[in-house]
């Protein structure tokens, strides 16, 4: 495992497993995952129907369980995620017994009354390959970060279908 050893020196296997992994995939491939906005997860489908794949790894957010949320100063989208996310742990642990890796995002709501959150685009799995650039997994955002107006049909597929990206279909059983 090198020098990533979990936080919690009493971690479990299956943590223990996910870092090893992850230590052996740096600088060699990385673990595609896609933050869902919602409980449809309509970015999961998306890309299932434009590459025959899914994302190794899911990110699931929380945001809806935040228990200060202004509803006045927060844009649609941001309500939209609130309302249509509710019970994101139960799908997480969907995702888990699906042998998928899990990302969990709270964007939560201070107590000062925080607002809406960033967002931002696919990178080029080519690129990262050439440079070999030791990430071991990358997150992209959802909804229409994931549709063609933002990422090319043909960058998505060339993505999930580069031997540097480990998709749910190509990740080894960890547990």
């Keep these: 495992m090198g020098d990533d050893r979990p936080c919690n020196p009493d971690a479990s296997a299956e943590v223990r497993n ?3 992994h992850l230590d ?4 060699r491939g990385v673990v595609l995952g896609r933050h869902t906005q919602t409980r449809a997860q309509e970015e999961l489908a998306y ?3 434009t590459t025959g794949r899914l994302p190794a790894l899911c990110g699931f957010e929380l945001l ?3 228990p200060n949320i202004d509803v006045a100063r927060s844009g649609e989208a941001c309500l939209t995620e609130v309302e249509q996310n509710r019970g994101t742990l139960e799908q997480a642990w969907q ?3 699906r042998q998928g890796l899990l990302h969990l995002t709270w964007h939560w709501f201070s107590p000062l009354h925080g607002s809406d959150a960033e967002i931002g685009p696919m990178a080029d799995l080519a690129a990262l390959e050439v440079s070999r650039v030791p990430w071991t997994f990358l997150m992209t955002w959802s909804q229409e970060w994931t549709r063609e107006s933002t990422t090319d049909p043909d960058v998505l597929r060339a993505a999930y279908h580069s031997p540097y990206a ?3 279909d190509t990740l080894p059983a960890l547990s």
């Design 64 to 66: 809806a369980y935040s």
């Design 166 to 168: 480990v998709t749910l």
């Design 24 to 27: 052996e995939l740096r600088g």
């Design 95 to 97: 995702w888990a017994e």
């Design 47 to 49: 890309i299932a129907r």
């Design 18 to 20: 996910v870092l090893d």
